[in-house]
């Protein structure tokens, strides 16, 4: 394994100065030939997360079409030159050759790819609209469509460092910094936020993943120290795993538990409504022995005194013969 790459960039519908735009991005991301000239064999990528790519760039197109800014006191749409889209490129560390001498290469690919959709759900919520994986270079990597939901349609507030930099410029401006100097403060807020955004990603994947957060070339490690640290990395990527199957298993015992606490609880419950509609019953058996004893009471009664009028009858009878 090697050492994590994510990248993170927005573009407006106006091309930048190397001629990308949103529809560009889109294309690139596609495979379309024209903005892919980078790739020897394109192929169609594989869409993973959210709506097919032709669609998320059929509602970007909708929604900057008719996306309104204030300015003065009156809406108006919004600039060609407004960044609307952002977009996220992360790399796989293996090659597709690496992983095919990798009797777990398949699954630490499937491993890392849903830490990542897992992570920028995270980031980006319902605004994550795609994720492609691209299968046509060296690496596999992953390439993320976000849409900005705000009314104006503004994606550099999807990204943390020129996020970080506003604020930072106008805290400094605010507090009587003169332009260049606010500037300067703004950039080290952009940097601190790219560091604390990677440093995320790295926590939620790349150490998982075994990844280190640098590479060797940038802090200039020897390649014994590199090895090392590439050891160091896989070992912990594995008690990283460890720790979260044994964490799933005591959960899984605990909702175990729970659902055995339930359902005992159920049955406690069943029993004492079993009990009252006993009792219940029997309140009505002895009110219906009570009832019935009552009407043999009445009945007898009953009988004496049609015995007792019968023979009052009869004697006048015997009397007259």
């Known amino acids: 394994m090697g050492y994590q790459f994510i990248h993170l960039e927005t573009f407006s519908r106006e091309p930048d100065k190397h001629g990308r735009s949103t529809s560009f991005v889109v294309d690139e991301a596609y495979r379309c030939l024209h903005a892919c000239q980078h790739v020897a064999v394109p ?14 760039r059929e509602v970007h197109d909708a929604k900057a079409a008719t996306a309104m800014t204030e300015a003065a006191g ?8 407004q960044h609307t889209l952002a977009t996220v490129v992360t790399s796989y560390p293996m090659t597709w050759e690496q992983m095919q001498g990798d009797a777990n290469g398949a699954d630490l690919l499937k491993d890392w790819q849903a830490r990542t959709v897992a992570w920028l759900r995270n980031q980006f919520g319902g605004q994550l609209a795609s994720v492609v994986m691209h299968t046509d270079e060296a690496h596999p990597h992953l390439h993320a469509i976000v849409l900005p939901d705000d009314p104006e349609m503004r994606a550099k507030r999807l990204h943390p460092g020129w996020t970080a930099k506003d604020a930072a410029v106008r805290v400094a401006k605010g507090g009587g ?12 807020a952009y940097k601190e936020a790219m560091r604390a955004w990677q440093d995320s990603y790295w926590h939620a994947v790349g150490l998982p993943c075994g990844l280190a957060r640098l590479g060797p070339q940038k802090r200039r490690l020897t390649r014994v120290a590199w090895q090392t640290e590439q050891a160091a990395a896989r070992t912990t990527a594995e008690l990283v795993r460890h720790a979260e199957a044994a964490s799933v298993t005591v959960q899984a015992a605990t909702n175990r538990e729970a659902m055995a606490e339930a359902a005992a609880m159920k049955s406690r419950v069943a029993i004492a409504e079993a009990k009252r509609a006993m009792a219940d019953a ?11 004893v009552q009407a043999k009471k009445e009945a007898r009664a009953i009988l004496t005194d049609a015995r007792h009028s019968a023979r009052q009858v009869a004697a006048p009878m015997e009397c007259i013969q």
């Open 282 to 292: 029997k309140v009505a058996a002895d009110a219906a022995d009570a009832i019935k």
């Open 177 to 188: 910094t003169d332009g260049k100097a606010a500037n300067a403060v703004g950039d080290r």
């Open 43 to 56: 192929m169609a990528p594989t869409l993973v997360y959210g709506a097919p790519l032709a669609d998320s």
């Open 74 to 81: 009156k809406a108006r749409k919004i600039r060609q030159d």
